[in-house]
């Protein structure tokens, strides 16, 4: 394209601007637009309105259940009809997958609100009176009002139980954790693969596992005499101790492979930093390692311990029930709350039932006790530390700095001064 | 530019004074401290696998002499009497898998659609809710969902009243032709029909142990479904795609892996399921292929019912039927592990 210039006529044009710009007004870049939420609204009165007509009129339907789910298929019907009155195939899919995926999501929402809200619900009964919380059930037969008897004793057994678990299974899980993340290997590379066959195994059999080998096995040999006598306290029977042994077979798995998740997802780059500041593999651990996996470590313990707690099958081999309070684990029967609660609810009568919800919902509160812990504790990411947390760290600093100085100053007191050496002159230059 | 007279002109950079350079030995000397940690932990690793394996070998030598005395029966066998020396787990162990299937039948699209809205759907701020509920879920304890469902489910959503009336009549009525669902001894139209046929059934307890194993496979599948590739999302967007065209051309193909693994994780819980099943079924001993109709039993739930057994050939046929399950268990979630982690990649974050 070939132009003459003629430089002076040349003109800028500046678009025209309003005298009073205004507000401007933020664009929304949703794509929802108002013939969608028309659509939606349309298609859900139709599909309500049909379906009271054939529940209500047109056929023999009846059921609560019933009406929701066909209020459900006809809604998507006639909201996917609408939307292909003006919309092309790919969009009409897109809008029935939004739609059920929606639906399935409530759906879940619901039961567990539903489950909740249910046990709390039938447990108020159980709940209002003061005695189910210090009571146990020694005086409380099967026809006893609800303000006779209580849980104490199931909840000094689920407490008991579950610490000595605790006591068995963190130290232990943490420092297998450690071993599979930090001694790489053949070896734990056949233990991960044991631990993960492990969680596989069911909490009934780990039951079953300690009711044949700790409560018949050793009971057996205590009474054939093959048992030596210092170890008798070892063949304990039906007790708290057993089911806390059940409950250590089945949580430890569980607590070593989240704990070796969490610490692999330590950043190798950290622990390269502390071995090239010349700390030993375990300063590099304790100091570095098991600092910043803590947070994820805390809640794979109190996500185990949840588990842990609320389970029942190896519980009910191994624990024995009592109507009394016990809180000596090593001995006699000691009951807990999840095995409380089923022994509760399978009896006919409406007393024991209501006793048996409002454990399940003491128990229900525990462990949501237990989530909101392991929440608190494991929202963050590792390494990154609270208000408290950075002040702890800023004091030991500081003290730090404080230790070097009166030593630094210590050192300069005690010995004159050397004199300061060029250290230019030690390394000799090759050529 | 100089051009070099050679045509070979590759140079080997000499060291003109030192000696040729050789590989050093890297030798490392570990501290005292370190040889105690790896001792320690060495321990602590070989103890789990001691605990670990006693469990197995404990199990199986238990269970030999009920084994060996049913020998290949114990598997074919629908008894369970273990003084007249005629016990077996082909019922239990058909009603194990009937009620698994029911569970996952039931879990799977519940799961896909709750993961698939978290991951996709939610906006930015719920969701870290809802994933926070989904865990909750799963930590529900056992017997409350058993509770549940023997309490509300059974009487007051399914099999409501005298008639019985409900999913599973409603079920029987127009499929009972599939022998799945057909029920013995039930007319569902004779007003007189009793509900208790239709009461404490394989699929009422599959509902219940549904609702343990979903939010286990919804949050495994979450993060399968979190980790698909952005830049490819981003792709199908740019080409048009709406975003559940997004989501089957992305994410599913993606996730596909752990979507199985996932399944099969939820299976292997849903085998072993204890608690829920006791609660609802009345065990019994016969194959009952009728999933509507009352009756069936799992493994776990005949262990839970029968442990207090006092002849020793009985606890030994229950070892036999807890390694029967174990080793189920074992098979599947082996095969989850394995594909969960072919479809990861990058088990560690090695910066």
């Known amino acids: 394209m070939t132009t003459t210039m003629e430089a002076p006529t040349t003109t800028t044009t500046l678009p025209e601007r309003a005298a009073d710009p205004g507000v401007e007004v933020r664009r929304t870049t949703g794509s929802m637009r108002r013939t969608d939420v028309f659509v939606a609204l349309g298609a ?30 006809l809604f998507v019907a006639i909201y996917g009809l609408l939307t292909g009155l003006d919309e092309r195939g790919p969009t009409v899919r897109d809008r029935i997958a939004a739609v059920l995926v929606h639906g399935l999501a409530v759906l879940m929402l619901i039961a567990l609100v539903v489950v909740v809200v249910f046990t709390f619900y039938r447990g108020l009964d159980a709940l209002g009176h003061r005695n189910f919380y210090t009571q146990d ?29 605790l006591a068995f299974t963190v130290p232990m899980g943490v420092v297998a954790a450690v071993f599979l993340a930090e001694l790489p290997g053949r070896f734990s590379r ?12 069911p909490s009934v059999v780990a039951g ?64 390269e930093a502390s071995l090239a500041l010349g700390g030993s593999q375990w300063r590099t651990v304790w100091h570095v390692v098991l ?141 | ?71 290949w029966g114990f598997l074919t066998t629908q008894d369970w009497d273990t003084e007249g020396n005629h016990f077996g787990v082909a019922g239990v162990l058909v009603g194990t898998i009937l009620i698994a299937l029911v569970a996952i039948t039931i879990a799977l699209p519940l799961a896909i659609g709750a993961a698939l809205y978290i991951s996709e759907y939610a906006p930015r701020r719920i969701a870290p809710v809802l994933v926070n509920l989904v865990d909750l879920m799963a930590a529900v304890p056992s017997v409350v969902y058993g509770i549940w469902g023997f309490f509300l489910l059974q009487p007051h959503l399914l099999v409501v009243g005298n008639q019985g009336e409900g999913l599973p009549r409603w079920l029987t009525t127009y499929f009972g032709w599939i022998p799945l669902f057909a029920v013995d001894e039930y007319q569902p139209r004779d007003p007189e029909a009793s509900a208790s046929r239709l009461t404490s059934s394989t699929f009422i307890a599959g509902i219940v142990v549904a609702m343990m194993v979903t939010p286990i496979i919804a949050s495994v599948m979450r993060e399968v479904f979190a980790q698909a590739p952005p830049g490819e999302r981003e792709g199908a967007y740019a080409l048009g795609a709406t975003k559940w065209g997004m989501i089957r051309s992305v994410v599913f193909p993606f996730g596909r892996g752990g979507m199985i693994g996932a399944t099969m994780l939820g299976l292997g819980r849903a085998l072993g399921e204890t608690i829920g099943v006791v609660l609802i079924i009345s065990i019994g001993f016969v194959i009952q292929p009728h999933i509507l109709q009352n009756g069936g039993g799992s493994i776990s739930s005949l262990i839970a ?47």
Do not use: C
């Open chain 1, 44 to 73: 859900a009165w139709a599909a309500l309105s049909l379906t009271a007509l054939l529940f209500t009129r047109l056929t023999p339907f009846d059921g609560a259940l019933g009406f929701v789910v066909v209020t459900f298929v």
């Open chain 1, 137 to 165: 059930m020694r005086d409380a037969g099967p026809l006893q009002p609800l303000s006779v008897g209580g849980i104490r004793h199931a909840v000094i057994g689920t407490l008991e139980q579950i610490g000595i678990a």
């Open chain 1, 190 to 201: 056949f233990v991960r693969t044991i631990v993960e066959a492990m969680t596989a195994l």
């Open chain 1, 208 to 271: 079953l596992f300690i009711y044949s080998s700790v409560i018949l096995l050793l009971n057996q040999w205590r009474e054939s005499g093959r048992l030596p006598e210092s170890l008798h306290w070892l063949a304990v029977g039906k007790s708290g101790f057993a089911a806390s042994l059940a409950i250590s077979v089945m949580m430890l798995p569980i607590v070593i492979r989240a704990a070796d998740v969490v610490i692999r997802l330590v950043p190798g780059t950290l622990r």
């Open chain 1, 291 to 431: 600092p910043t996996a803590r947070s994820g470590l805390m809640t794979a313990i109190i996500l185990g311990t949840a588990r842990g707690i609320g389970e029942t099958s190896p519980v009910l081999l191994t624990s024995g029930v009592t109507a009394y309070t016990n809180a000596n684990p090593l001995h006699e029967p000691q009951i807990s709350l999840p095995l409380y609660v089923f022994t509760s609810v399978t009896r006919p009568d409406a007393g024991m039932i209501a006793r048996g919800f409002g454990a399940a919902a003491v128990l229900m509160f525990l462990v949501l006790i237990l989530f909101a812990i392991a929440r608190v504790i494991g929202g963050k990411p590792a390494g990154q530390l609270g208000r408290g947390q950075r002040r702890r760290r800023a004091g030991r600093s500081y003290r730090d700095a404080v230790r070097f100085s009166r030593r630094e100053r210590a050192r300069l007191a005690s010995a004159p001064p050397e004199p300061i050496r060029d250290t230019s002159d030690d390394t000799e230059v090759s050529t």
């Open chain 2, 1 to 71: 530019m100089v051009l070099v007279d050679e045509p070979r002109a590759t140079v080997t950079p000499s060291t003109p004074d030192g000696p040729a350079d050789r590989p050093r030995a890297v030798r490392t000397r570990l501290l005292a401290s370190d040889h105690v940690f790896r001792t320690v932990a060495r321990v602590a690793g070989s103890m789990v696998l001691v605990i670990m394996l006693l469990v197995g070998i404990f199990l199986s030598v238990q269970a030999w002499p009920a084994v060996r005395r049913a020998g």
């Open chain 2, 305 to 351: 019912s029968r442990y207090q057994e006092s002849t020793e050939l009985g606890v030994a046929a229950l070892m036999g039927a807890g390694l029967v399950l174990f080793g189920m268990t074992l098979v599947v979630n082996m095969l989850a592990g394995v594909i969960i982690s072919r479809s990861r990649s990058g088990a560690s974050s090695e910066a």
